[in-house]
């Protein structure tokens, strides 16, 4: 176990110090916690309020108790604010403002590599978090994570009048609109609608990197334009914080009750149900959301999802997918444009902003937009405004939300300088990553399903299709680079295959293993990953998930790729003939195949059981070797 020793104040030698105890299974804390002055704290002055030290004792204690007796974020993180708040309640009661202040909540933003995986409010006074699924309106501030990250330090925002002061030594106050997403209006009015004039962002910091956010909201109008009590308490909260971060960046979510499924989101697995109730509280703001994700990996689906569980739902939802468009017509695309504006513009017409009015447009491939489009969006997002090209004089209010997608890496893009710095932070606001396919595997058999069924209907709406079981199996075997869309061609491939060889006859249709395996082959090889590119990625794959467990993975449970091989050569070519293309024939000759397929096979359901699931996705074939 670790131990964090709290020792005594210099000066009361020979008072007893306490230890506690850490969970050895989670990341190293920061090096400000591993030693804590806190023995004799009484009379100890923090920047402004006092606090006893019996009590900062006991209240560091609770909170590391707590925090060890945690199994969820949801738990850690509504231990970490309840004391954060008690702390900022202290501070306030004992400054200039006592009685005329109120702290009103605390929200972990939990945010690795730029895109939001939990949130969690605590409101003052209440015993438990909410959890974001239930439409809390949660406020995340661009603004707030850029100021932070920048900076490397908590920062204090007074909503009013806009300015940002960092925590830092000697920092200047900024109002810069640079930092764009809370200096516009409409966040300002957002945070003085949940009556939040004070706000203190406090860094989430591991090891390896920043991995979100705390951020304590608070109402005082009388401290408009002063200073408020966040520094005075700045360095117990961030201290707070850094002991807090191992626990909120490791411990896994409470789990989620499986969401009901509809047209515009039929399939739902296990990593999707732990992003869905983020995506449904962005849903409810009217902030812009960056979905990124692999090409494919269905942005589109979420976007129309998101937009069917806002307030403007049953409005109009627009799609500008900018890899069809040319540059030179992004613009007029866009806005639209007058008569004569160019060579072809014959009529009036509009663009999707004006043809969403009201609704939500979804902008897909943003990384694809021109520096001269990017400007005219950048004046849109911040203005609400635009001009149809051609236009005289006067521009058009544009009552619009917008969805932005992208499978490119915008920060990356902006250091390149493809992307406008000033644009990035105005669509980076409410960020989330959809996982590629091949990290849903559990969907893959569901996708495979509705897809079959969704094509047969438009054929035969009195029939019924269905997968084997085994050709469900070799679907959920195979990669995806190309995620839901390939998946989509494949099925529609199988699907003709099978209606081939069904035409005449009777009764159910039923897509066979030969079928899956057929429309695989049909597969060009230079659309998909090279061997070694996908033996990396498996890797860096077991290597992730021994991270993402913060436990050993045993590196004998990759010998179980040998028996995935062995199987998934079965599946498609036969027992014998898997043996002899993967140069093992002799093994068949000997007989001698029946023991090295089973023992092969077993260390594939050791692997699969060691990551949690039931079992090998080979296992009617282990079945089959024992009834030989």
């Not at 806009?162 to 009015?189: C, I, M, R, Y």
């Not at 504006?341 to 897909?364: K, N």
């Not at 009764?507 to 066979?512: I, N, T």
């Not at 996908?534 to 004998?556: I, K, M």
Request: charged share 25%; net charge neutral.
């Amino acid at each position: 176990m670790y131990r964090i020793q709290m020792h005594p104040e210099r000066g009361r030698r020979g008072r007893s110090f306490r230890a506690l105890h850490l969970n050895p299974h989670l990341p190293a804390i920061s090096d400000r916690v591993r030693v804590c002055f806190l023995d004799g704290f009484a009379g100890l002055r923090w920047r402004g309020f006092r606090t006893g030290g019996e009590g900062m004792q006991d209240e560091l204690a609770q909170l590391m108790a707590a925090l060890r007796d945690s199994r969820d974020f949801e738990t850690a993180a509504a231990a970490t604010l309840r004391r954060m708040l008690a702390v900022a309640d202290a501070a306030v009661a004992s400054s200039r403002y006592a009685g005329r202040a109120r702290v009103l909540r605390g929200i972990v933003h939990l945010r690795p590599g730029e895109a939001y995986r939990r949130l969690a409010a605590l409101d003052v006074g209440a015993r438990e978090v909410t959890d974001a699924g239930v439409g809390t309106p949660f406020f995340t501030s661009a603004t707030a994570w850029r100021a932070v990250v920048e900076h490397r330090c908590a920062v204090s925002i007074d909503v009013n009048i806009g300015t940002v002061q960092p925590h830092a030594p000697d920092a200047p106050v900024t109002g810069d609109p640079g930092l764009a997403g809370f200096h516009s209006n409409e966040s300002k009015q957002r945070f003085l609608g949940r009556h939040a004039t004070h706000v203190c962002v406090l860094p989430l910091r591991t090891p390896s990197g920043m991995e979100g956010m705390i951020s304590l909201e608070a109402d005082c109008l009388a401290a408009m334009g002063q200073e408020f009590v966040w520094r005075d308490a700045g360095d117990l909260l961030q201290l707070l914080t850094d002991i807090a971060a191992p626990y909120l960046t490791a411990l896994p979510q409470r789990p989620v009750a499986t969401p009901e499924v509809d047209e515009f989101l039929p399939v739902v697995g296990r990593s999707m149900a732990e992003l869905l109730p983020i995506l449904r509280t962005f849903a409810l703001q009217d902030e812009t959301i960056l979905v990124s994700g692999a090409t494919g990996a269905g942005k589109s689906r979420l976007a129309r999802w998101c937009h069917e569980r806002s307030g403007r739902r049953g409005k109009p939802f627009e799609t500008l997918d900018l890899v069809t468009v040319p540059e030179d017509l992004q613009m007029a695309e866009l806005f639209g444009w007058k008569k004569g504006a160019f060579t072809g513009a014959v009529r009036d017409a509009p663009g999707v902003v004006a043809r969403s009015d009201g609704g939500t447009l979804f902008i897909d491939e943003i990384d694809k937009l021109s520096l001269k489009a990017q400007a005219g969006l950048l004046h849109l997002l911040e203005s609400r405004s635009y001009r149809p090209l051609g236009e005289g004089t006067g521009e058009k209010l544009a009552d619009v939300r917008f969805i932005i997608g992208t499978n490119a890496d915008l920060h990356a893009q902006v250091r390149a300088g493809r992307f406008r710095e000033d644009l990035y932070y105005r669509v980076n606001v409410l960020p989330v990553r959809m996982p590629p396919l091949q990290d849903r595997q559990d969907e893959i058999p569901l996708w495979a399903r509705y897809m079959v069924n969704r094509r047969h209907r438009e054929r035969l709406p009195d029939g019924s299709a269905r997968l084997a079981p085994e050709a469900e199996v070799l679907l959920t075997t195979s990669t995806w680079p190309g995620n839901l869309r390939q998946l989509d061609n494949i099925v529609r491939r199988a699907y003709t295959l099978a209606m081939v060889e069904h035409a005449g006859s009777t009764g159910d249709l039923v897509l066979q293993e030969k079928h899956v395996a057929r429309a695989l082959d049909y597969e060009q090889s230079p659309g998909g990953r090279p061997l070694p590119e996908a033996l990396r990625a498996a890797a860096q794959a077991f290597v992730g998930e021994a991270r993402r467990r913060g436990s050993p993975l045993d590196l004998d449970y990759a010998d179980g790729f040998r028996g995935l091989v062995l199987g998934m050569a079965i599946r498609q070519v036969g027992r014998d003939e898997a043996f002899r293309l993967l140069g093992r024939e002799s093994l068949v000759k000997n007989r001698n195949h029946h023991k090295a397929l089973k023992r092969e096979l077993e260390k594939v359901d050791v692997l699969y059981k060691a990551l949690g699931e039931d079992g090998s996705p080979f296992s009617d074939l282990l079945e089959n070797e024992d009834a030989d």
